[in-house]
């Protein structure tokens, strides 16, 4: 089976750099994914790593280890429009389904 | 460019009445589809995933059943609702075949049932 554990919630003050952190354990792993929900939206992509390392976009930043089975989302120079909740997520084999953490609810404060 | 459209955006329902969310994506062919349903704060519980017209997997034993009548439709169906299937139903569809390929989400249909 497959499971990802993330903290559910981190809060942060405007302008700061937060991490957040994903451990997975899953039977066949084919990279890590990151998704953006805001309170009553859909989720939105922002993110894949298949290969260990760091991939920017912007002020967003994902890094895995897969010898660590772990990951994260690095989001800098917090806005207050960062606020929502963040989904690590992996893949469930070569089918693209995919297994998404419980989710972090990250509260940007002034 | 793709899009993807789900409705209805609410739906309030009693329980013991039947169930029919679309999903239709436009803009790309023979899409993956999934349907997902998110507990108010959880995460998302994948429920079917499609990938092709006839072809559906259940991932979870439930009350709910899913049809991809044409390439780019996706419907959940129920024929008697009950109290635990309230939540936020949200119709995702990725690049078609396996790989790794992000999911692209509708705007969800939240589902009360009373």
């Known amino acids: 089976g497959q499971s990802l554990e993330q903290p559910s919630e981190v809060t942060a003050v405007e302008g700061a750099i937060v991490q957040i952190n994903c451990t997975y354990q899953?039977?066949?792993?084919?990279?890590l994914s990151w998704y953006q929900q805001h309170d009553g939206g859909a989720p939105t992509f922002l993110s894949y790593n298949a290969l260990d390392g760091l991939e920017e976009t912007g002020r967003f930043s994902s890094f895995l280890s897969r010898s660590d089975s772990y990951g994260y989302l690095l989001l800098q120079e917090l806005q207050m429009k960062d606020s929502a909740s963040y989904f690590c997520?992996?893949?469930?084999?070569?089918?693209?389904?995919?297994?998404f953490g419980q989710g972090t609810t990250l509260q940007v404060k002034p | 460019s793709q899009t993807i459209h789900q409705w209805p955006a609410t739906l309030v329902q009693p329980v013991g009445s039947p169930l029919s969310l679309e999903c239709t994506v436009e803009g790309t062919s023979n899409p993956n589809l999934y349907w997902y349903r998110q507990a108010a704060g959880r995460g998302l519980q994948l429920l079917f995933y499609s990938v092709g017209i006839g072809q559906i997997s259940s991932e979870v034993p439930q009350n709910l059943s899913a049809s991809r009548p044409q390439d780019r439709q996706f419907i959940l169906s129920s024929k008697k609702l009950l109290l635990s299937d309230s939540g936020f139903y949200l119709c995702a569809w990725s690049g078609g075949g396996g790989g790794s390929q992000p999911q692209h989400f509708g705007d969800g249909t939240r589902l009360s049932i009373l």
């Open positions: 997520a992996s893949f469930s084999g070569n089918t693209g389904k995919l297994i």
């Open positions: 899953t039977s066949g792993f084919y990279g």
